[in-house]
């Protein structure tokens, strides 16, 4: 996230970092950006791990259960295209069946979410080392 931002922002900061003279300033300069923008960030984090933790507190799967919802509609997603559908489709050709218009998933969107997922599932690991992980939703 840090290189996003620094992308983002860079080309504008530099050019004012620049014009700085003296570089002892010009460095503290660029040091307190820097630090500024890994207190944004943090604090980004630590608001987003607070509403994870309200959401996983709730009684309701509504609110609890969407993170298991995206992860199973993920897996059936990939199961479909890699699994199912082409087994299905030799075996309908074995009995001389057609199905060639059976659909197929862009698997590109659910990559995308099952990597941000799995990504976050760092997280969960870390839980369960600091014994604070629950394995169930509150009733």
Not at 54 to 70: D, I, N, T
Not at 75 to 88: D, K, Q, R, T
Request: aromatic share 8%; charged share 20%.
């Amino acid at each position: 996230m840090i290189n996003l931002i620094r992308s983002a922002i860079g080309p504008i900061i530099k050019p004012l970092i620049d014009r700085i003279p003296d570089p002892n300033e010009r460095a503290r300069a660029a040091e307190d950006i820097e630090k500024s923008m890994l207190a944004a960030i943090t604090s980004l984090v630590q608001g987003q791990l607070a509403i994870n933790a309200k959401e996983a507190e709730h009684g309701s799967w509504f609110v609890a259960g969407w993170r298991p919802a995206v992860g199973w509609t993920c897996c059936g997603g990939l199961a479909w295209n890699f699994v199912v559908a082409p087994i299905a489709q030799w075996a309908a050709f074995l009995f001389g069946v057609d199905l060639s218009s059976a659909p197929q998933l862009d698997i590109s969107e659910l990559i995308t979410i099952l990597l941000g997922m799995l990504g976050l599932g760092g997280l969960r690991t870390y839980e369960k080392r600091m014994g604070v992980a629950r394995t169930g939703v509150k009733k």
